[in-house]
């Protein structure tokens, strides 16, 4: 996801590449009779098979919350991403208000999808655009063949993408071959929010093994949302389905003795405890995990793993 959110940001510049055109086209203004627009969840927009990841990302909660930009901060450390928002005064925390990312792959997000929602004026992002192609690779226009989306196609983190721009404030990173059928399908769409309710972060990973060790091999498709807390704490959720209640028990076994390994004197000590209240349960095929950290756990951990790879984590707000 913090690949995808910097290159949310640099979608949403290159697309403004001929602000006035990017705007009429993306209103509608051109057009004699404005199409009927149908309401469309983010998730449907992109048609990625199969779609093995999906992740999506809230910002008001993380803005909200106390150690919100700290979390951030630890999620956007990686050199690409940086580098992607080097220079263009974009922040994602600020001027990001949901993003949904999927795709075929874990690992390599070039067959993946993005659609983001900003809160930026048009002003700035021309402002930011110029930033950008003092730097960025060679773009060009994209001819998609429809009214009220605007696209250029730019090698970005390493890979051919198309990035359109639906409206003012919506942008939608494909691969280059699904541009013209995205570009169709936001023509007609008034899409919507994928946020569930007061979650701040939600993803979902088929055959999760394969990605992350540490999760049991029987898990077949697992699922994992956090939620913000006014104390300052989250509480962080994961389910994973199995074949059969069986495999399910197995793996919550496998589960605690990972904790159990982890949950040394030393980690205890440094992060104030905070696998402590971890807690895992088998619900039929399922297994549930529930982890609650407090606020000063969340300062602590955070604290120490900004040291630990170089990263200038923010003070808390709280």
Not at 29 to 52: C, F, G, M, Q, W
Not at 110 to 130: N, Q
Request: glycine letters at 8%.
């Amino acid at each position: 996801m913090t690949r995808w959110l910097a290159l949310a940001s640099v979608a949403l510049l290159a697309c403004g590449a001929s602000p006035s055109e990017a705007r009429s086209a993306a209103d509608g203004s051109s057009a004699s009779h404005p199409p009927v627009l149908v309401d469309r969840k983010a998730e449907d927009v992109v048609a990625i098979t199969p779609k093995n990841v999906e992740l999506t990302a809230s910002m008001p909660p993380l803005r909200a919350h106390p150690v919100g930009r700290q979390i951030l901060a630890m999620l956007l450390a990686a050199p690409g991403v940086r580098d992607a928002l080097s220079g263009t005064g974009v922040d994602p925390l600020r001027d990001i208000d949901w993003a949904y990312a999927s795709g075929t792959s874990f690992r390599d997000d070039s067959t993946g999808a993005l659609v983001a929602h900003f809160a930026l004026d048009d002003d700035r992002v021309d402002g930011a655009f110029e930033a950008l192609m003092k730097r960025a690779p060679t773009t060009a226009p994209l001819d998609l063949g429809v009214q009220r989306v605007h696209g250029v196609t730019a090698n970005l983190a390493g890979a051919d993408r198309a990035l359109l721009r639906a409206a003012p404030s919506l942008v939608v990173v494909v691969p280059p071959p699904l541009a013209k059928a995205t570009a169709s399908t936001l023509a007609t769409s008034r899409v919507l929010s994928p946020v569930r309710g007061d979650e701040a972060l939600r993803g979902a990973l088929v055959d999760p093994h394969t990605a992350l060790a540490q999760i049991p091999s029987a898990v077949q498709r697992a699922r994992a949302w956090v939620i913000t807390k006014p104390d300052g704490g989250l509480d962080v959720f994961g389910e994973g389905d199995c074949a059969d209640a069986s495999a399910a028990g197995a793996a919550a076994d496998e589960l605690r003795a990972l904790v159990h390994r982890y949950n040394g004197f030393l980690v205890r000590l440094a992060s104030r405890g905070i696998l402590d209240s971890v807690e895992i349960a088998v619900d039929g095929s399922t297994v549930k995990v529930h982890l609650a950290p407090t606020y000063e756990q969340l300062e602590a951990v955070l604290t120490l793993a900004g040291a630990a790879l170089g990263v200038d984590v923010p003070p808390p707000a709280k």
